[in-house]
Structures are given as structure tokens and as C-alpha cells.
């Protein structure tokens, strides 16, 4: 199987048989209709013109400039990312598992599926990523969140086929297309907010290079297809309010649970909050995201100790009074990778959004989410993966997180977050893993953009695997951080 680290040397292959496509007919162009109105009207804010949303962004990619290319050119587009990848890892790389002939492809046809042995960090983490090269593929081909998951689906059968010798493997089949679908809605909302079709000059050269680093195959498209230089009187993307938050800090853990003993650790947190939960309207898959990610530097570095995130996938807005709330179906991405555990899943279930105003000031954000966990892995062994050697099981089950905010005026927040997953063994001893994670923590706001906080974690992990000792193990840690919040300046403030 491919190591992590040469997947990125695979993402120019994207779309590399793309064709130019700069003609737009005039007539096509929406026309905008401008209604006067008496001095003496009343003025309401905040109303969506039809097709867009609040903030005045548009609800759907416009498809006069985003035409769909048809289903077999988009494939053979797909298949090209193969190929690509397989040539650097065979020739470049001369990796044995590249090795392939007709020979190789009827033995993998004739046989079984398995399940691999692959680095934790592979199959969690590297093989999501190449699925996101697949189905961002069709995605800047003009194919929506649906219609580009069969795409990253026939991707993967391909790669499993026919780009290794090694046996085809079932959770390779499951995650790649699953999680990098998750993965790349979320890239290629995050590249339409970064790119505007509408400038020029220093600006346009910016913004195309950093969004053809988020979203290397839709970069590469917009090169082939000439959008990368065109120029347009208006905006023809969807885009959605985005607030990020960074924070750093000291990262300390526990010995023998001991509070304020044992090593540091420097610790960075980003989290990507997209779309407003909030709004009432009709809903599309990733309308609504958020993200996580933390890097650890120190005691055990981790480049990517964390990965959690949610997408909506279809959902209702209910207002009533001062309580707003989105219900909804979820897609769910977990990847935990440090000193207690690891563990990795991909969920779909039903979760809620809710927002109470206690006061002018003051509000209590809940989240709360139950999901079914097809794939999984759990370590087990007593401690983290140190090997290049698998040392963890697939399995499935279900999770569960809840997360709850309560901001006090503009001073200061309490919060805490919680995440439950239970899983049961697919392959190898039989038994069950419960993994809980508690988060509570306390934000003292230096700003209305920077503030300071402490968090402190309690993490449960019990193995009941036949013929292995049960394990029952908690660690505590503590974070001391500086955070800083990036609102989008089109929210004004309106979300929180």
C-alpha cells in the first residue's frame, strides 16, 4: 500500500486531460432587476433575494459558468489521477506493491476482499485524502456533492484492482470514497470562498495560488478549462460565511493522573466553522461544516494528532422565539491519534444545532449528535501505534458527542465537549472498545478577537477483547492557550 507522504506528489494528475472551455453566451447571463421603493417603506434586513442567501451569497454554484462536462470525459479524468499515481510510484519511487500486469489484475480479480495492514495513519488519514482527489475531480467539473461520490467510488475500485498486487482491501473500498467525499466538500467549499472570478491583477494571482493549494485537482481543472483567467462582472460561486479560529499552548500530561505533573508539549488548534446553522432556508449537503484539527509539537509530535469534524447532509430549520435550532442528518469524521489511543471512524446519523439567547448578550450554543459507525479502528495495544506494523482492529459500531457553549456577555465562556464511540470488532479476537473523551474548559475574552483559556481532558478507554487482558485506562491532561477568532465580516457578529 502507498505511504502517506506520496500522496501529495499525486494531486497535479487531477483533471490533467481537462479541456479549454472559455466561451459563455451572453444570453445566458442572469439579468438583475432593481425595484424602487418609497422613502416611507419600511426596510427589512436580512431578507434573501431569491437564489441567494442572507448575506446577499449566492445558494448554488451558477452553472452558466460552471457547466457539467460530460460523465465520460470526467471519468477518464479520474482514471488519468490513477495513472499518474501509479507511474511516479512505479518508476519514481520504484515501490514493490507497484508492480503490476495482467497477471496481478486477474489475481486480484479472482480473489477476495481482505483487509489491509496499513499504518494507522495511512488508512485514517492518507487513503481520505486520495478519495478527495477523486471526487474533486468531478466536483470543479461541475458535478455536485452526490453526483461526484459515484466518481470517488470508481476511483478507488480502480486503484484497488488494478493499481497494486496486493489484495483489494475492504476498508480501503469503505474510507477512501466516504471520508474523502467528507473531506472534499469541505475543500471545495473552502476554495470557492477564497476564489472571485470578478478580480484581477495581485489579488486574482493570490487568491487562484492559494486556492490551487487547498484544492489541487480543481486548480489544475480551472488552468485546463480557462477559468483560471477569465473574468466575470459577477460572482458565480457559493459561498458561505467562514470564522476560523486558531489557538496555541502549553499542553501538559498528566502522570498517574497527577494534576500539573509529567512533560509539555506546544499544541496548535485550528477550527473551521462554515455556513450559518441558523438561517432559514432549504438545505444542501455541507451547507453547514465544522472542523478540527490539532498538531502536536514535543513529547510524541504529531503533525495531525486530531481530525473531528461534521457536515450536514440534509436538514431542517426550526425558529421559535429566542431559540433557533437545525435538525438534520450528518456526516462524521473522527481521527484521534496521540499518547492514550488511537482511533479512527467514519459515522452518518441525526444530530441538532441549537442556539438559546438567555439574554441581549448572552447565549448557549448546544450541539448534540448520534451517529451509526460503518468503519473504525481502534488500537490495541496499551499505548499509541509506534510501528510501521498494524496494531489496531476494524470494527464498527456507533458514536455519540455532545458539545455545549455558553457565552457570558462579551467577558468570558464556559464550555464542554464530550465524545462517546463504542466498537465492536469486525476482524481478528472478538470483543468491544468504549473510548470517552471529556472536555470541559474556561475562555477569558482579552477582545472581541483574542482570549485566553484553560481546558482540561479526561480520556476512558476499555478493551473487552477475548483473550486479552481488559483494559481499563484514563489519563488527564490540561492546555493553558491563546485563541484567536476570525469572524467573517459578513456574519457581523450575527451567528454568535
Same mark, same amino acid.
Do not use: C
Given at each position: ?14 483533471? @490533467?486531460?481537462?479541456?479549454? =472551455? ?34 446577499? =451569497? ?15 470525459? *470526467? ?20 515501490? %514493490?506493491?507497484? %508492480? ?15 483487509? =489491509? ?22 466536483? @470543479? ?24 498486487? *496486493? ?30 472570478? $470578478?478580480?484581477?491583477?495581485?489579488? $486574482? ?27 466575470? /462582472? ?41 455556513? =450559518? ?26 503533525? #495531525?494528532?486530531?481530525? *473531528? ?79 510501521? #506494523? ?12 455532545? %458539545? %455545549? ?67 481499563? #485506562?484514563?489519563?488527564?491532561? /490540561? ?6 477568532? #476570525? ?10
Amino acid at each position: 500500500m502507498k505511504p502517506v507522504y506520496t500522496l501529495i506528489l499525486f494531486l497535479s494528475a487531477s483533471g @490533467s486531460f481537462a479541456q479549454i =472551455d472559455t466561451s459563455i453566451s451572453a444570453t445566458t447571463l442572469p439579468q438583475t432587476v432593481v425595484v424602487s421603493q418609497p422613502s416611507t417603506a419600511p426596510v427589512i434586513k436580512n431578507v434573501p433575494s431569491p437564489g441567494y442567501n442572507k448575506y446577499g =451569497d449566492l445558494l448554488a454554484d451558477d452553472p452558466a459558468y460552471n457547466k457539467r462536462y460530460p460523465v465520460l470525459t *470526467t471519468a477518464a479524468r479520474v482514471a488519468t489521477t490513477n495513472v499518474f499515481n501509479w507511474a511516479l510510484s512505479r518508476y519514481l519511487f520504484h515501490f %514493490e506493491w507497484a %508492480e503490476v500486469a495482467p497477471k496481478t489484475w486477474k489475481y486480484n480479480l479472482s480473489h477476495g476482499l481482505v483487509w =489491509d495492514d496499513d499504518h494507522f495513519g495511512t488508512n485514517f488519514i492518507g487513503h481520505p485524502h486520495t478519495g478527495n482527489n477523486y471526487f474533486n475531480v468531478a466536483r @470543479s467539473n461541475g458535478y455536485n456533492y452526490w453526483q461526484s461520490l459515484p466518481f470517488s467510488v470508481g476511483g478507488s475500485l480502480m486503484w484497488e484492482y488494478f493499481g497494486e498486487n *496486493t489484495q483489494p482491501s475492504r476498508n480501503d473500498l469503505v474510507n477512501t470514497p466516504l471520508s474523502g467525499a467528507f473531506l472534499g466538500e469541505i475543500l471545495y467549499r473552502v476554495s470557492s470562498n477564497i476564489l472571485d472570478d $470578478r478580480k484581477q491583477g495581485r489579488s $486574482r494571482v493570490w487568491r487562484e495560488m492559494l486556492a490551487g493549494l487547498v484544492n489541487p485537482p480543481r486548480g489544475l481543472n480551472r488552468l485546463t478549462q480557462g477559468k483560471m483567467f477569465r473574468v466575470t /462582472q459577477k460572482e458565480v460561486y457559493q459561498k458561505e460565511p467562514l470564522n476560523m479560529t486558531f489557538s496555541g499552548g502549553i499542553h501538559k500530561i498528566n502522570n498517574n493522573n497527577k494534576f500539573g505533573s509529567g512533560p509539555n508539549s506546544f499544541v496548535l488548534n485550528m477550527q473551521l466553522d462554515y455556513g =450559518d446553522a441558523f438561517e432559514v432556508r432549504r438545505r444542501k449537503p455541507f451547507d453547514v461544516f465544522r472542523l478540527r484539527t490539532e498538531s502536536i509539537f514535543g513529547v510524541n509530535r504529531k503533525l #495531525l494528532g486530531s481530525a *473531528t469534524g461534521y457536515g450536514l447532509l440534509f436538514g431542517k430549520n426550526i425558529l421559535k422565539g429566542r431559540h433557533s435550532t437545525l435538525l438534520g442528518g450528518f456526516q462524521y469524521f473522527d481521527y484521534w491519534n496521540n499518547r492514550v489511543f488511537e482511533v479512527g471512524s467514519l459515522g452518518f446519523g441525526v444530530g441538532l444545532i441549537a442556539r438559546n439567547r438567555v439574554s441581549q448578550n448572552s447565549v448557549l450554543f448546544s450541539s448534540l449528535h448520534f451517529a451509526a459507525v460503518p468503519l473504525a479502528g481502534t488500537n490495541t495495544s496499551f499505548g499509541p501505534d509506534t510501528s510501521l #506494523l498494524r496494531d489496531y482492529h476494524f470494527g464498527g459500531g456507533f458514536e455519540a458527542k455532545i %458539545e %455545549e457553549t455558553f457565552h457570558l456577555s462579551k467577558v468570558a465562556s464556559l464550555g464542554f465537549a464530550g465524545y462517546y464511540y463504542w466498537i465492536h470488532n469486525y476482524e481478528g479476537p472478538k470483543g468491544n472498545s468504549s473510548i470517552g473523551i471529556l472536555k470541559p474548559r474556561f475562555i477569558l475574552n482579552l477582545s472581541s478577537k483574542a482570549s485566553i483559556g484553560i481546558e482540561h481532558h479526561v480520556y476512558y478507554n476499555n478493551r473487552f477483547i477475548d483473550k486479552v487482558p481488559t483494559l481499563h #485506562l484514563a489519563r488527564t491532561e /490540561q492546555r493553558i492557550f491563546f485563541q484567536l477568532f #476570525l469572524e467573517d465580516r459578513r456574519r457581523n457578529d450575527r451567528y454568535r
